[in-house]
């Protein structure tokens, strides 16, 4: 099966400032992909290419098939995104904004109300469904965000440092969603500055620092091959090369 993700050469400045310095990956059907590093990396600006908010300065990048400037609204279609800022509408209860997208999405009644179903055994969603999301934890509120993200069972999810802010018991229901949802053949680029998160749920990450991708390998590999016994370690190692300029960019 061909890639789910593809981006070739991408780069994106504002103003002075290159955001996104010639970067390329590709993920996998049944991958969590890993963008690893520091708030301003350039993490939050790639995504937001790749699902049409953005326009690049240059470079390709296609999303389950389709090319992110020639045919935005086919990867629109095709995406889910999740990240730690998201709101919802305080006086509707869980089962009303899921409806509500739903019908954004073109879906049947009959099709909402099964994958509702189906989203609530997957992520316990309970109460939310019956309460006003005005009174939500974190944790409640962040559930119903990663089910309208996924309503429409796109083949492809972003996250995008999803966990900010949630407690224990909140961040652990995204990273159980996150573990879950390739399964079936589907993708989740995982964007994150926590290191501990990668090194859990990522089969192979890229290390993301001033805009530039300066390392990619499975999660196991980046480690290993620096001689570190975490990621963590690993990527402060790699950033000291770059920044004491022996290290190129991979």
Do not use: W
């Not at 690893?36 to 098939?65: E, F, W, Y």
């Not at 509702?116 to 934890?137: C, N, P, V």
């Amino acid at each position: 099966m061909s890639d789910l993700i593809d981006v070739k050469n991408l780069s994106k400045s504002f103003g002075k400032v290159r955001a996104v310095d010639d970067v390329s990956f590709t993920v996998a059907p049944g991958e969590v992909y890993g963008l690893l590093g520091p708030n301003g990396a350039g993490k939050t600006t790639t995504l937001r290419i790749l699902a049409t908010l953005l326009k690049p300065d240059s470079g390709t990048a296609q999303v389950a098939g389709f090319d992110v400037l020639q045919q935005p609204e086919q990867v629109r279609a095709a995406i889910g995104v999740v990240n730690g800022g998201m709101g919802l509408y305080d006086r509707l209860t869980g089962r009303e904004i899921l409806y509500y997208f739903g019908r954004l999405y073109d879906m049947t009644e009959e099709r909402i109300e099964q994958r509702i179903s189906e989203l609530d055994e997957l992520l316990g969603l309970r109460d939310t469904l019956t309460r006003r999301a005005g009174g939500f934890s974190t944790g409640m509120a962040q559930k119903i965000v990663i089910a309208r993200a996924v309503l429409h069972d796109p083949p492809v999810i972003f996250f995008d440092e999803a966990t900010s802010g949630l407690d224990v018991v909140a961040r652990r229901a995204v990273i159980d969603f996150v573990r879950d949802y390739p399964s079936r053949g589907r993708a989740v680029v995982y964007s994150t500055h926590v290191m501990s998160e990668v090194e859990e749920l990522c089969d192979r990450a890229s290390i993301i620092y001033r805009g530039r991708k300066i390392a990619e390998d499975n999660v196991r590999n980046l480690i290993e091959a620096n001689g570190s016994s975490t990621i963590e370690e690993a990527f402060f190692r790699l950033v000291s090369q770059v920044d004491m300029g022996q290290e190129e960019v991979r």
